[in-house]
């Protein structure tokens, strides 16, 4: 279908990937290509816009660990010392989304900072990933005086029309698109996309293998996030008809003073599934933010969850309670029809305890309340 693009270089891409660089800058390349069919060049800044956005969630909201010599979480706080705290926790909504694309934006707004971050994260990169379509660099060291990066600029321009890369270096401040390969990626966007989020999440998991759904954690949301108002429905019906508490603090919930919160914060685990949920006082909710419950709270949030079957009963259809135990049961692949054994509260309490555990491990504070 494409006789004339060499695959098997792109296949060889992200061999030898020691940092995020590499596994950033396609993907923000390829983002950059699909969103304008007419786009004939990329500029340098335009990129790293890309690249830090990108890499925003993993390195502030879910917190994830980068190997030592991979600087993209240093260098993201480095420039947002002074940025909103909300932009750096609150689950990703289109209006916190926009922010944060506009604190990126504010960044690189200064001449001196897009620079540094140029010298920082693309210097190496942009040669590296065309590396593999030309024959006359593979075997070029990394280093000395005939390394890659002394070398490469002449062959580059030299052999560009013979090998075809994806772009031609230009200026060192911005990248010519090769038409082909452009056509190519804005074909095979969703293809790619899933190759290279799975070949940068194999890279980040050895650096956070407690770390649940890693996967969703590395993709940017172009889209608003689900919002919890199915759930909240759900629980004003409750708490209208039972008499509710906070667990954190014992007093009588209304439907003027609660909120859903995650009990083990969004923030670690990236989902809304229901096993998790649980309402609370809004001003709890607030001060809970993304830390993770004391311990002494865990028996009574698993307390919890088995009493709202009994509140689910009271509220839904057959078929919509029977949903309902197993958005819990499947949590710790139980069958519904176990949920009020005493096994299965053992095992969510386990289960619920490893996760507490597994976040802590991973940097998040602890909620005392």
């Given amino acids: ?21 590499k596994f950033l800058y396609f993907y923000s390349l390829i983002k950059i290509i699909r969103k304008n069919n007419l786009k004939k060049t990329i500029s340098y800044k335009e990129i790293l816009n890309e690249m830090l956005i990108t890499a925003w969630l993993p390195c502030f909201q879910f917190n994830l660990n980068f190997r030592n010599q991979d600087k993209t979480k240093e260098l993201l706080k480095k420039f947002t010392r002074n ?11 289109n209006k916190i989304i926009t922010k944060i694309i506009k604190e990126i934006q504010l960044i690189l707004s200064n001449k001196t900072n897009a620079e540094f971050l140029k010298e920082k994260l693309l210097r190496y990169v942009v040669i590296r990933l065309v590396r593999p379509f030309y024959k006359r660099l593979k075997n070029k060291p990394e280093s000395g005086k005939l390394s890659i990066f002394k070398t490469a600029n002449k062959i580059l321009k030299k052999d560009y029309k013979k090998e075809q890369p994806p772009y031609l270096i230009k200026d060192n401040n911005e990248i010519i698109l090769n038409k082909k390969w452009s056509r190519y990626i804005r074909d095979h966007f969703h293809f790619l996309e899933l190759w290279v989020l799975d070949e940068w999440f194999q890279y980040m998991r050895y650096q956070n293998r407690n770390s649940p759904s890693l996967y969703d954690k590395l993709k940017f949301p172009e889209f608003q996030r689900n919002s919890l108002d199915k759930q909240r429905k759900f629980w004003k019906k409750i708490i209208n008809k039972h008499k509710i508490k906070c667990i954190f603090t014992d007093k ?16 670690f685990l990236a989902h809304d599934q229901e096993w998790n949920l649980i309402p609370v006082l809004s001003e709890i909710n607030r001060s809970k933010n993304n830390k993770i419950p004391n311990r002494r709270f865990i028996e009574p ?21 029977k949903e309902y135990l197993a958005e819990h049961s499947n949590f710790i692949n139980f069958s519904h029809d176990q949920c009020f054994t005493p096994l299965f509260k053992s095992k969510y309490n386990e289960e619920i305890n490893s996760l507490t555990n597994k976040a802590r491990n991973q940097g998040f504070e602890t909620f005392i309340n």
């Fill in 1 to 21: 279908m494409h006789p004339n693009l060499n695959i098997k270089a792109l296949q060889d891409l992200f061999n030898n990937t020691n940092t995020s660089y």
């Fill in 83 to 93: 940025s909103s705290e909300e932009i750096k926790i609150n689950k990703p909504t």
């Fill in 252 to 267: 009588i919930l209304t439907i003027d003073n609660f909120d859903l919160d995650h009990f083990i914060c969004w923030n």
């Fill in 301 to 321: 949030f698993v307390n919890f969850k088995i009493k709202s079957f009994k509140y689910a009963k009271s509220i839904l259809s057959p078929k919509k309670y």
